[in-house]
C-alpha cells in the first residue's frame, strides 16, 4: 500500500502522514515497515483516501450526516402522495469514488508496466536493484 500511495499519491500522502502523525516522509524517523504500518492505519476521510476514492474517502462524520440525510429525506417523502403507492421513494446516497481517483483499469495498466520494466531478480542488470 505504501509504494502504491507513494507513486500515485505522494503529495496526499505526505500531506495526511503530516496532519495524522506529524510525520515528514521525506525524513520519517522510522524504518518502511513501521512507515507502511502509519499509512495503513490512516483513517478514513484523510487526503490520501480521498484521492484514492471510494467509501474511506469519506470520514465517519461525514458518512453518518449522509445517512441522517437520507433519512429526512424518507420522513419528508412519508408526508407526499407518492408514499401511499411506494413511488418516487428517496434513494441512498452512495459513495462513490472521488473524481480525482483514477480508473481502476488505468491503474492496473500502470502498474503492469511499472512491472514489465523492473528488472527481475538474477537478469543480469548488473545494478543489483530490484
Same mark, same amino acid.
Given at each position: 500500500?505504501?509504494?502504491? /500511495?507513494?507513486?500515485?499519491?505522494?503529495? &496526499?500522502?505526505?500531506?495526511? $502522514?503530516?496532519?495524522? #502523525?506529524?510525520? *515528514?516522509?521525506?525524513?520519517?524517523?522510522?524504518?518502511?515497515?513501521?512507515?507502511? *504500518?502509519?499509512?495503513?492505519?490512516? @483513517?478514513? +476521510?484523510?487526503?490520501?483516501? =480521498? &484521492?484514492?476514492?471510494?467509501?474511506?474517502a #469519506? %470520514? /465517519?462524520? /461525514? !458518512?453518518? $450526516?449522509?445517512?441522517?440525510?437520507?433519512?429526512?429525506?424518507?420522513? !419528508?417523502?412519508?408526508?407526499?402522495? *407518492?408514499?401511499?403507492?411506494?413511488?418516487? &421513494? @428517496?434513494?441512498?446516497?452512495?459513495?462513490?469514488? %472521488?473524481? &480525482?481517483a483514477? *480508473?481502476?483499469?488505468?491503474? =492496473? /495498466?500502470?502498474r503492469? !508496466? =511499472?512491472?514489465? =520494466?523492473?528488472?527481475? @531478480?538474477? %537478469? +543480469?542488470?548488473?545494478? +543489483?536493484?530490484?
Amino acid at each position: 500500500m505504501l509504494v502504491g /500511495a507513494l507513486h500515485e499519491h505522494e503529495g &496526499a500522502l505526505r500531506a495526511s $502522514l503530516r496532519a495524522e #502523525y506529524g510525520i *515528514d516522509l521525506r525524513n520519517p524517523g522510522m524504518n518502511i515497515l513501521d512507515l507502511a *504500518d502509519m499509512v495503513g492505519g490512516l @483513517p478514513p +476521510g484523510c487526503a490520501l483516501w =480521498r &484521492a484514492v476514492g471510494g467509501p474511506m474517502a #469519506y %470520514s /465517519a462524520e /461525514a !458518512q453518518l $450526516l449522509v445517512a441522517v440525510e437520507y433519512r429526512l429525506h424518507v420522513l !419528508q417523502w412519508f408526508k407526499t402522495k *407518492d408514499a401511499r403507492t411506494g413511488a418516487n &421513494a @428517496p434513494k441512498p446516497i452512495e459513495f462513490r469514488a %472521488s473524481s &480525482a481517483a483514477p *480508473d481502476d483499469r488505468k491503474v =492496473r /495498466a500502470r502498474r503492469e !508496466q =511499472r512491472m514489465r =520494466r523492473r528488472p527481475r @531478480p538474477g %537478469s +543480469g542488470s548488473g545494478s +543489483g536493484e530490484e
